[in-house]
């Protein structure tokens, strides 16, 4: 509870825009008849490295930031990926030391399984 405390009372990290203020990378809105740039930002841009990791004939891929502190295991819903917790994890990074891994879960992302479509909970709680 107090390291919850902690966190609350720490103003944003630098560099974070206010909120309801995100605008396309072209930094214009509306009107300006500049293209907006949707473009996906690499995933190197919020996290320091990626491993694969093996379990029998399937491959995980883990998305590491951190190296010190507790561990958070973050781990996306269905139609998602771990690069869903992109800009979470570099936000609670500056305001906690933490260890972050995100993974993708089977199905999803960048992993390779034996069978992606078998979301079966027996299946899913046998590599997680």
């Not at 909120?19 to 996290?47: A, E, H, T």
């Not at 990791?53 to 139609?79: D, E, I, M, W």
């Not at 995100?102 to 399984?113: K, L």
Request: proline fraction near 6%; hydrophobic fraction near 35%.
């Amino acid at each position: 509870m107090a390291l919850h405390r902690a966190v609350l009372k720490k103003s944003l990290p630098p560099g974070l825009p206010p909120r309801g203020s995100l605008q396309p990378r072209s930094g214009g809105g509306g009107r300006s008849g500049r293209k907006k740039d949707y473009s996906p930002l690499p995933w190197s841009d919020f996290f320091d490295t990626h491993q694969d990791v093996r379990a029998g004939a399937n491959s995980f891929r883990v998305y590491l930031k951190g190296s010190g502190g507790p561990v958070l295991l973050l781990l996306h819903g269905g139609g998602h990926s771990a690069l869903s917790w992109a800009v979470f994890s570099v936000s609670v990074s500056k305001l906690v030391e933490c260890r972050i891994a995100a993974m993708d879960i089977r199905g999803h992302g960048y992993t390779a399984t034996e069978n992606d479509t078998d979301l079966s909970a027996s299946t899913l709680l046998r590599y997680i």
